[in-house]
């Protein structure tokens, strides 16, 4: 898909997730993280308190491999989810897909730098078609990236497609959270002080004004929990982590 050229001014402003078309989200998704690599990996984890460390360690621990050994890591970015399940599970082959070059690099080095390159590749691909038979892994996982598809339950039916009867999906995604006292902490720290952080450590500030309004608009945890349902994810598991401000939804792929 052709998109402008990439703006690496300070200065652009990004427009709202809401009432923009499928193409301009995709163009600016990927302008955005094709921008950010280089710094990505310690804002996340400053933003963050450290806490995204434990939130995918959290979900690696519930994950198991039982038919093929293979684990898919949709939207990897930098591969820290790939990274920490091969880390947990030795036995284990890990695939990560992108659909943002840039974000790729920083990854791989991370793997060679671990000594993991034998056990986990990175691919660029789109989660809209991903490029693997059916009943290819036993588990798929995306971490913070199902907000920036557009047709997400496109995203879902496509992750189900690839696991095995039986297998598992594990969606890591921030959300508003529904404690009154951490709303009103929650949307201050999203539109104050993660934009006047970004504007200090962030040559793409801009970025972190599309991050705080994509997690404020993602559906919240029962309007999320049905489409997972529509997917085919009948009876998805959620758990709240650090006061509601990130859940992990499960679902599993009936068998055939």
């Known amino acids: 898909m052709d998109t402008d050229p990439i703006d690496k001014s300070n200065s652009k402003r990004y427009p709202p997730v809401t009432g923009i078309g499928r193409d301009e989200h995709v163009g600016m998704v990927r302008e955005i993280f094709a921008t950010i690599p280089k710094r990505y990996d310690l804002l996340n984890h400053l933003l963050s308190l450290r806490r995204d460390l434990a939130w995918r360690r959290f979900a690696v621990r ?61 691919l660029q691909a789109d989660a809209m078609t991903l490029p693997f038979p059916e009943g290819s892994f036993d588990a798929v996982g995306i971490a913070f990236g199902i907000r920036n598809m557009p047709d997400r339950l496109r995203a879902l039916r496509e992750m189900r497609r690839v696991l095995v009867p039986g297998g598992r999906l594990f969606v890591l995604e921030m959300t508003f959270p529904r404690n009154r006292f951490w709303q009103g902490f929650f ?70």
């Open 62 to 122: 519930r994950m198991s491999f039982f038919n093929t050994f293979r684990f898919l890591d949709v939207a990897t970015g930098t591969a820290d989810l790939a990274i920490e399940a091969a880390r947990l599970n030795p036995a284990i082959q890990v695939t990560g897909i992108d659909f943002v070059r840039e974000m790729l690099e920083p990854g791989r080095q991370k793997i060679t730098d671990r000594g993991l390159a034998g056990r986990i590749r990175l």
């Open 187 to 256: 949307n201050l720290y999203l539109n104050r002080l993660l934009p006047a952080l970004a504007r200090l450590l962030s040559e793409k500030p801009a970025a972190y004004h599309y991050l705080a309004d994509s997690i404020l608009h993602f559906p919240g945890p029962r309007a999320f929990m049905s489409l997972m349902e529509k997917a085919g994810f009948p009876n998805p598991e959620r758990h709240s982590l650090t006061f509601g401000i990130t859940a992990l939804y499960i679902g599993r792929r009936p068998q055939d």
